[in-house]
Structures are given as C-alpha cells and as structure tokens.
C-alpha cells in the first residue's frame, strides 16, 4: 500500500486546520498502532518536527515493530549540510527512533540543491557509506527544484507537494520523468494542511474559500466523501508515488486509509474534471508560507 503516515501533528500542533493541539506519548502510540494494524508500514518525519522522532521510537519499542518499520526523515534546515554536525544529527535521529537504520534521509530545504555539487551530495550520500540510511533525497516546493532533483545522480527521493488545487508538478512533467528516471516521489500536502476537508465557511484562511466551494459538486458527482476525492484523485493519476497524510486520532487513521481503498468509479471522468474545475489555481493558494500573515501557520512541510 502506497500510503505514508506523516508525522508532524504527532510532534506539535500542526497546520491551520488542526484541533487536537500537543498530542502525548498514549496518543502518539495509538496512532501508530491503528497505522500499522492498517497495514502502513512507513513514516515520514524531520528532525524539527517538535517531539515526532522521539515519540515515534517510543511507540515502535512499545509496539514492538522497530525492526520492521521503514522511516524517511528531513534534516533540520539550520544544520549545515556540509559538516560533521548533519553525521552527528542522523545518529541521533536513529537513536530518538530506535531504529539501527533509516530509509530515507532528506534534505529539507531545496535551496541546498544548489550546493549539491559543491560538497552537499557527497556527505549526504556518506551517510549511505555510514550505513546510517537506504537511500537519500530532497524535500522540494517548486518544480524548477524537482526539475533539477529529478535529473541529479545520487538522489534517490523526491517529496513535493501536490494535490487537486495544486497540480503544478504535474503540469510540468515531472511525476512522469521521475518514474523513467527511476527516482521515488512521495506526495504530501494531500490535503493541504487539512483545508480541502473543510466547508468553505470554516475554512481560517480566506483566499482559498473560492476554490473550496468547487469541491462540494465534484463530490456529489462522483459519490465520494472530500477524503476519498483528494486521495483518490492523487491514486488514480499518480499510483504509483508514495501518498503521505497526516492524523490527530486513530479514526483519522483510518478513515484515510478507507478512503485510499476505496474503489473510484468512472475515475478517469474524476481526473478530469479535476483538471477541469482546478485548470491554475494561484501560488497564493497553494503554498502555505505564502498565506497572508493574518491566515498565518505553522510551515514545517
């Protein structure tokens, strides 16, 4: 299954659409729990994700899965990349999680591509040499970054956002071009931070309110509940990329993964009309750092 739990809400209160606040350790676990009895087996977090590192290695002890689990982390963008501190970091990283390995390691600023060849990519690739991880990637924003991540050696990971509104990668090219590369895509922001599960009208964040009141039409249209349109559009366009969502409650848990299940019907109609209902929606939309400071949030992606 080619679902991913995300794990910033489980380290601190996170997007415009959260409710839980500061989740615990029980509640952490539960979590967990739930993801792995639905037959999740990876997360994805970073090391400035408040408490997730710390909180995940406890569950996978208490669970007993450390050994199984498959984990992709981000370094944290205010380590330099090019020296001893990002080695020291990932240690420490496996040691909060409990893990003798990671899966994937991750830049998490896509400005460092630009130093790729100037030092960066030979110590991230190291910490493959170290045994410390699988495989390593970036974590991007722009297309013109996964571009150019898609077409450099070494990296073996690209995460990016995406979604209905947000099809810009897409347009682009770039799902298709990192398939013949070989390269792996894992997709967040499915939700976009949870807004595209809200009516318009609870919605914190007023420029996105226009496209929101779409959604209800092609929900009615095709059957589905907005989880099942958002993930269901992703699955049926890109199934191939891994898809990462976030919970604040087991039964999130759960619901996701129903709705990743669930069979779509006349699904090439539904990409479609995605496409036609969402042709160009606006950077100002999309990307949440650029949100107007009244609509402010957390932008840990």
């Known amino acids: 299954m080619n679902l991913v739990l995300g794990t910033a809400a489980l380290g601190f209160p996170y997007g415009v659409a959260n409710r839980a606040g500061k989740l615990s350790q029980n509640q952490v676990t539960e979590?967990?729990?739930?993801?792995?009895e639905c037959g999740i087996r990876e997360f994805d977090t970073a090391q400035m994700y408040g408490d997730s590192e710390k909180f995940l290695?406890?569950?996978f002890r208490?669970?007993?899965?450390a050994e199984e689990v498959r984990v992709i982390t981000k370094i944290d963008p205010e380590i330099d990349p090019y020296t001893y501190k990002m080695i020291h970091s990932i240690h420490q990283s496996l040691s909060k999680l409990k893990i003798r390995k990671l899966y994937g390691?991750?830049?998490h600023r896509e400005h460092w591509l630009d130093r790729w060849d100037e030092g960066v990519g030979e110590n991230l690739l190291n910490l493959i040499k170290l045994n410390c991880t699988e495989k390593v990637g970036i974590s991007v924003y722009q297309p013109r970054y996964a571009l150019r991540a898609v077409n450099k050696e070494g990296i073996d990971i690209i995460q990016l956002p995406s979604n209905i509104f947000d099809r810009r990668f897409e347009r682009r090219g770039i799902f298709d071009l990192a398939r013949k590369k070989g390269k792996e895509i894992y997709i967040r922001n499915v939700f976009?931070?949870?807004l595209l599960l809200l009516d318009p009208e609870d919605s914190p964040v007023e420029s996105i309110k226009p496209q929101l009141k779409k959604i209800p039409k092609l929900v009615k249209k095709f059957g589905?509940?907005?989880?099942?349109?958002?993930?269901?559009?992703?699955?049926e366009n890109v199934p191939w990329a891994k898809l990462i969502f976030g919970a604040e409650t087991p039964d999130q848990v759960e619901e996701n993964v129903k709705a990743y299940k669930k069979?779509?019907?006349f699904s090439t109609d539904l990409v479609m009309d995605v496409i036609e209902t969402f042709p160009n929606v606006d950077?100002?939309?999309?990307?949440p750092k650029m949100w107007r400071q009244n609509e402010h949030t957390t932008d840990q992606s």
Do not use: P, S
């Open 31 to 36: 979590i967990v729990k739930k993801a792995w």
């Open 192 to 194: 976009l931070q949870g």
């Open 57 to 59: 290695g406890q569950a």
């Open 283 to 287: 950077e100002n939309v999309l990307i």
């Open 224 to 235: 589905l509940t907005r989880h099942e349109l958002a993930i269901g559009y992703l699955r």
């Open 263 to 265: 069979e779509v019907r």
């Open 105 to 107: 390691v991750l830049l």
């Open 62 to 65: 208490d669970l007993g899965i």
